[in-house]
C-alpha cells in the first residue's frame, strides 16, 4: 500500500485512489463539489485543489486538484498550506459572484453542500457589487422544482442524468457567460431516475417538489430506516416526517443493494401515507350497509367473535399479502392454520413466484446483489421490462456495460475513478447485453442485440442457448433464432461474470425455467454465472418462504366459500380486486358471512368487508421483508400511528391472546415473533440476522430519530396545550422518538440519518463509510437468505420439456394478451401519491400499426377486448372483457397485444389469454385510474 504525506503526517493509504478519495477515507476534511463517489472525477470545479511538492527540500509546491492526482507511494501534500487554502477560498468567491444569497429561505437550507463548503473553505465576505446573471426557471414535472440561479455549474446533474442513468432530455445549454443546466423545453422530465437530482446537486437547483408544497426544515425531520414498498428490489429509505405527515424519502445508502440512488417511484411513491384514504379508526358495518366508528379495543372483541370456531370445524381462513411484513403474514398463518392461509397472489402469479424462489433454491448459480450486477461483463435479459419492474436494477445494468471500457481503461493503466478519460477512450463499446422481450425496453439504447418475441418464443429462443452452451444441437430452430442464440451462447460463454435475468414479468413460467437452464449450463461447462429473478412487490418471496410450495390459492378459497365450508374471511393487506376478475371477487367476498379487512388505505376490497381494522402503513410500523435476491430487511417506524391505527403484527397477535391461544402463550414483542417465524419456518432461519433486536443500544444509549437540531416540540402543539408531553416510548426497537442517543458506529441496518460536524447534508455519508464509497462501518444491513446450491444438477424445477420446435398458432383474429408494467401506475400504492398521479397513464392496449390498420382503429382510440366463449357451438361468440386506449407500437412481437398493468380497465384481461379484438364504439378517453382506485366491486356501503 502506498504511503503517502499530508501536512507532515504519514498515512498509508489505497492504491489506485485519487488525493480526494484517500483524503475524506482518512477522515480529513477536503472540499469538493464536482466528484461524486458513484460518478467518478473530471476536475470541473476547481475545489478540491491540494499543494503538491517533488520533494521534501520543495517549500513551494504546485496546485493540483485532489480528485485528478493519483496516490503514489512518498508523494508529499498540503491540504491546509496558505497557497492552497486561499485557492479554495477564492474558487467559493467566484461561485458565490452569481449565487444568490437566499439561504434562509432556501429549500435547501440546513442542507446545503455549498453552505458547508463556504464555511470550510473560511470565504465570509462577498468583494463583487455587480449585477448577477440571472436566470428563468423551468417547470419540470410535478416531482422536481427548479430553481436555476443556484447552480455552481458544477456538472453533476448532467454527469448523473445523461451519462450514469443515460437520460437524453437534460443538458449543460451555454451562450458567452450563461450556462443553462435544464431541458430545451419545459416538460416533465422523462427519466424514471431524475428524483436522484434532489441529492446529486450541491446547491438548491433540483429540490422535491413535494416537500416544498409542505415544507419542513430538513433538520426538523424526524426519521427512521426504512425499506422501499414499491417493488421486489429492496431498496433502502429514509423516510422524514413532520406534524405526523411523511415529507419526504431519501436514499439510504446500502452498498449491495442500491448505492447512493433511488428510482422516483421509490423516492416519490410513499406519500399514500398520507392519503386522504387513510383509515384512522375500525369500522363496523351495520344493518344499513353503513360502517359504525369503534374504538380499537371494540373492534378488537368483534374479530375475536368472528374468528371463534366451533369444536371440530375450522370454517376460518386467511390471505396474506405480498405487500405485508413477514412477522404479520406468520400470525395470520398461525391463527387461521397454514392449510387455511393464502400467500394472496393471484391465481396466475402464485406458481410463477412458488417456482421463481424454487429455481433460486436449487441453482448453483450465484443470486447477485446490485453490486455484482454492476461487475457483470456479459448478460442477458429474457422476457422481464426491467425498468418498470425492478428499476433499480435497470440503472446497475447501465454500469454493467461499461466493464468494456474498464478493460481498455485497465490496459491503458487508467484509474476507474478517470470518468471523462474513459468515457472518452471506449466511446460506443460496450459489455455485451442481449435482450428478448415482448417488446421494446428503456434499456434498448445500450443494448447489443433485441429481440421482439411472444412469451413462448423467448422461452424457445433461451432454451436453444442452453443446449448450445451444452453442446448439443438445435438445428429445429428457425435459422434467425439460431443466429442470436449462437451469438449469445458465445457471449456468454466468453465472459467471466455472466449474468442471466428473467422474472415473473411476462407471465411465463418456461421463460423463467430457460433462463435458469442457461446458468445451470454456464456453471456445468465453466462454472462461472449468475441468476437473477424478478418478482412483483416487496414481499412476493418472502411470502413464497413462508408458505412453501402448493400453498392455497384464491380460488381454492373461492371453492370453499361457495360450498358454505367458510364463515370468516381475514384479508392482510391485500385488494382482492387486483388479484382476479371482479365477478370471482365478488363471489368469494359474498359467500362468506364475517369478511374482516386490515389495511392502509381505504380499497375496493376493505369497502366489501363487515369489519374493517386500520393497519399502520411501513412508516408507522416494524416489519420484515425479502426481496427478490433473498434478503431480509428490517423497516422501522418513522413516527407513532395516528388515532386507532395499529401495526398488522399487533392486532392480529391481540386477537390471539384474546383467544388465550397457546401458540402466543410466549409471544410479547415484536423480536418473539421474529424469532418464532425463524424457528419455525425453515426457509426463514436467517431473518432474525436482519437486524439487532429492540435490546441492542449503542454505548448504552438508544439511536436517535430526531437530529441534534431538531427544534420545535413544544411549538408544534403549542394549539393544543404549551406543555410539551413526554416522547413516545418505542419498546419494539433500538430507536428513540427523540433527540436522545447515539447516532454513530451503530449497525448499518439501525442508520436513521447522516451527519458530522462541518458535513449537514448527505456529502457527510463518507464518515459512515469504511472508505469512500465502500461499505458502512456498520457492516450492510440485511440478512442473505439464498445461497447457491451445491453441486451443478439440475433440479426438478429447471427441466421441463425445453422443445425447440414452433409451439401451435393460434387462431387467426386472436391476440396473445402480454402484460406491459408501467413504472408510475402498474403497483398498487404509490399512485396514491399526489405527484406520482399525475404521471399515471390511462389503461392502453398495444397493438402494432399492422393489427391497428386491419382492426380500423388509430392512436388514442378505443379497442374492445372480447373473450371467446368456448362454451358456444358454432359461430363464434364472444364476452367483452374490457375497453381499453389504442397505442400503437411497432416493436411488439408478432401476434400479441401488450395490456397496461395494474390500470383501470385490465382487472379482467389475465396474461396470455387469446383475445379477440374489435375496435369501441363511441369512445371517449378515460381519465387515468388505478384498480380499485374507484371503488370498483365495494358493495356501496359508506366508509368509516
Not at 244 to 252: C, Q
Not at 602 to 611: C, I, P
Not at 637 to 646: A, D, G, N
Request: hydrophobic share 40%; net charge negative.
Amino acid at each position: 500500500m502506498p504511503v503517502i504525506h499530508i501536512d507532515g503526517q504519514e498515512y498509508e493509504v489505497e492504491a489506485g485512489q485519487n488525493i480526494l478519495q484517500a483524503c475524506l477515507s482518512l477522515g480529513l476534511d477536503l472540499p469538493y463539489f464536482c466528484w461524486h463517489p458513484a460518478m467518478g472525477s473530471i476536475g470541473a470545479c476547481r475545489q478540491c485543489a491540494v499543494v503538491q511538492y517533488l520533494n521534501p527540500e520543495d517549500n513551494r509546491g504546485r496546485i493540483v486538484m485532489g480528485c485528478m492526482t493519483p496516490v503514489m507511494d512518498g508523494a508529499i501534500f498540503s491540504l491546509n498550506g496558505d497557497k492552497a487554502s486561499e485557492f479554495r477560498r477564492t474558487i467559493v468567491e467566484s461561485l458565490m459572484l452569481n449565487h444568490p444569497h437566499d439561504c434562509p429561505v432556501c429549500a435547501e437550507g440546513g442542507e446545503c453542500h455549498l453552505q458547508d463548503m463556504t464555511v470550510m473553505v473560511g470565504h465570509r465576505d462577498r468583494q463583487y457589487r455587480g449585477k448577477k446573471n440571472t436566470h428563468r426557471n423551468q417547470y419540470l414535472g410535478p416531482l422536481i422544482h427548479h430553481e436555476m440561479n443556484r447552480c455552481i455549474t458544477c456538472y453533476r446533474c448532467t454527469r448523473f442524468y445523461n451519462d450514469y442513468a443515460g437520460g437524453t432530455d437534460l443538458a449543460a445549454m451555454a451562450a458567452h457567460d450563461h450556462t443553462y443546466f435544464g431541458r430545451h423545453e419545459e416538460g416533465v422530465l422523462q427519466s424514471e431516475f431524475a428524483g436522484n437530482l434532489v441529492e446529486v446537486c450541491p446547491t438548491g437547483v433540483f429540490t422535491d417538489k413535494s416537500l416544498m408544497k409542505g415544507y419542513t426544515r430538513k433538520w426538523d425531520l424526524q426519521s427512521a430506516p426504512s425499506v422501499c414498498t414499491g417493488c421486489a428490489v429492496g431498496c433502502n429509505t429514509l423516510p422524514g416526517e413532520r406534524y405526523g405527515k411523511l415529507k419526504r424519502v431519501h436514499n439510504r445508502f446500502n452498498a449491495e443493494v442500491n448505492g447512493y440512488f433511488l428510482c422516483d417511484r421509490g423516492r416519490f411513491g410513499a406519500a399514500f401515507v398520507n392519503s386522504e384514504k387513510s383509515l384512522e379508526y375500525p369500522g363496523l358495518r351495520g344493518e344499513d350497509g353503513r360502517f359504525n366508528a369503534l374504538d380499537h379495543h371494540s373492534a378488537l372483541m368483534h374479530m375475536v367473535h368472528a374468528c371463534h370456531a366451533e369444536e371440530g370445524k375450522n370454517k376460518v381462513a386467511g390471505i396474506g399479502s405480498p405487500r405485508a411484513s413477514v412477522e404479520a403474514n406468520y400470525l395470520l398463518r398461525l391463527l387461521v392454520g397454514a392449510e387455511n392461509f393464502a400467500p394472496g397472489f393471484s391465481d396466475r402469479e402464485q406458481p410463477l413466484i412458488e417456482l421463481a424462489l424454487a429455481l433460486q433454491q436449487d441453482s448453483p448459480a450465484l443470486i447477485p446483489d446490485i453490486q455484482t450486477i454492476e461487475s457483470a461483463d456479459a448478460i442477458l435479459i429474457l422476457g422481464e421490462d426491467l425498468t418498470n419492474t425492478a428499476p433499480r436494477i435497470a440503472l446497475a445494468l447501465r454500469q454493467s456495460v461499461r466493464n468494456k471500457a474498464y478493460e481498455l481503461a485497465a490496459e491503458l493503466r487508467l484509474e476507474a475513478w478517470q470518468d471523462a478519460a474513459i468515457r472518452n477512450l471506449a466511446q460506443d463499446q460496450r459489455s455485451p447485453l442481449f435482450i428478448a422481450s415482448v417488446a421494446d425496453s428503456r434499456l434498448d439504447d445500450i443494448a447489443e442485440d433485441r429481440v421482439a418475441l411472444a412469451p413462448d418464443d423467448i422461452a424457445r429462443l433461451g432454451f436453444a442457448v442452453a443446449k448450445l452452451i451444452g453442446g448439443e444441437n438445435i438445428s429445429e430452430l428457425e435459422p434467425e433464432l439460431q443466429a442470436r442464440a449462437q451469438a449469445i451462447a458465445t457471449a456468454l460463454q466468453n465472459a467471466q461474470r455472466p449474468l442471466i435475468i428473467s422474472g415473473t414479468g411476462c407471465g411465463n413460467a418456461a421463460v423463467m425455467q430457460a433462463a435458469a437452464q442457461i446458468a445451470q449450463a454456464l456453471c456445468q461447462a465453466h462454472n462461472r454465472a449468475m441468476l437473477a429473478l424478478a418478482v412483483p412487490e416487496a414481499n412476493s418471496l418472502g411470502q413464497a418462504m413462508l408458505t412453501g410450495p402448493g400453498a392455497q390459492s384464491l380460488a381454492q378459497l373461492s371453492k370453499r366459500a361457495a360450498a358454505g365450508k367458510l364463515d370468516t374471511l381475514i384479508i392482510l393487506e391485500n385488494d382482492l380486486y387486483r388479484r382476479g376478475p371482479k365477478a370471482s371477487i365478488d363471489a368469494l367476498l359474498a359467500n362468506v358471512a364475517n369478511v374482516i379487512v386490515l389495511d392502509t388505505l381505504d380499497n375496493a376490497t376493505l369497502s366489501a368487508s363487515s369489519l374493517a381494522l386500520p393497519a399502520a402503513s411501513f412508516a408507522e410500523s416494524e416489519g420484515t421483508l425479502v426481496s427478490m435476491e433473498g434478503r431480509a430487511q428490517r423497516y422501522y417506524p418513522v413516527f407513532v400511528p395516528r388515532q386507532e391505527r395499529r401495526a398488522s403484527w399487533i392486532w392480529l397477535l391481540a386477537v390471539m391472546k384474546e383467544s388465550e391461544r397457546e401458540e402466543v402463550s410466549e409471544l410479547h414483542s415484536f423480536d418473539d415473533i421474529t424469532r418464532a417465524c425463524a424457528s419455525d419456518i425453515p426457509a426463514l432461519s436467517g431473518i432474525t440476522g436482519a437486524a439487532p433486536d429492540a435490546h441492542f443500544r449503542n454505548a448504552g444509549l438508544k439511536i436517535p430519530r430526531q437530529t441534534h437540531r431538531y427544534s420545535g416540540r413544544t411549538a408544534m402543539r403549542a394549539d393544543v396545550s404549551v406543555h410539551e408531553p413526554k416522547q413516545p416510548v418505542d419498546e419494539e426497537s433500538p430507536l428513540a422518538f427523540s433527540m436522545e442517543g447515539l447516532n454513530r458506529s451503530q449497525p448499518g441496518s439501525l442508520l436513521p440519518f447522516v451527519w458530522a460536524p462541518g458535513w449537514n447534508s448527505n456529502q457527510s455519508l463518507h464518515k459512515f463509510q469504511s472508505e469512500v464509497g465502500g461499505h458502512l462501518k456498520g457492516g450492510t444491513a440485511g440478512a442473505r437468505l439464498l445461497l447457491p446450491a451445491t453441486g451443478t444438477s439440475a433440479s426438478t424445477a429447471t427441466q421441463p420439456d425445453a422443445t425447440l420446435a414452433p409451439s401451435a398458432p393460434q387462431q387467426p383474429g386472436q391476440w396473445q394478451m402480454v402484460p406491459r408494467y408501467k413504472i408510475f401506475g402498474s403497483d398498487e400504492l404509490s399512485v396514491h401519491s399526489p405527484a406520482i398521479a399525475e404521471l399515471v397513464d390511462p389503461g392502453f392496449i398495444e397493438i402494432s400499426s399492422d393489427d391497428a390498420r386491419a382492426l380500423g382503429v388509430n392512436d388514442g382510440e378505443g379497442l374492445v377486448l372480447n373473450k371467446p366463449d368456448n362454451a358456444s357451438q358454432g359461430e363464434l361468440l364472444t364476452i367483452a372483457v374490457a375497453t381499453l386506449e389504442v397505442r400503437l407500437n411497432d416493436s411488439i412481437a408478432v401476434g400479441c397485444a401488450g395490456y397496461s398493468v395494474g390500470l383501470a380497465g385490465t382487472e379482467d384481461i389475465i396474461a396470455a389469454d387469446k383475445l379477440v379484438l374489435s375496435k369501441a364504439d363511441n369512445w371517449k378517453r378515460h381519465k387515468p385510474q388505478i384498480i380499485g382506485s374507484d371503488g370498483g366491486g365495494s358493495t356501496g356501503g359508506d366508509h368509516v
